[in-house]
């Protein structure tokens, strides 16, 4: 179990205090999701759509970035 969990509502890590999905979670991610990219999209992308609600003061691109930008 990880300790870089999403601290609500703000979204920020619960295990750095960085912007979650802190880089440390999204290594852990690419590992749990190995070889299922677009299931981790979907993952992530579900995600996304609960903090849009949280961080409405956050520009849609910028958390479209944040949250589906760095998978690959």
Do not use: K, N, Q
């Amino acid at each position: 179990m990880t300790t870089h969990a999403p601290v609500l509502p703000l979204w920020i890590c619960g295990g750095c205090d960085s912007l979650w999905p802190c880089r440390t979670r999204r290594t852990e991610l690419v590992a749990e999701f190995d070889g299922a990219p677009v299931s981790l999209a979907l993952y992530m992308g579900s995600y996304l759509i609960w903090a849009a609600e949280d961080l409405t003061w956050v520009p849609a691109g910028l958390l479209h970035r944040r949250f589906l930008g760095w998978i690959r």
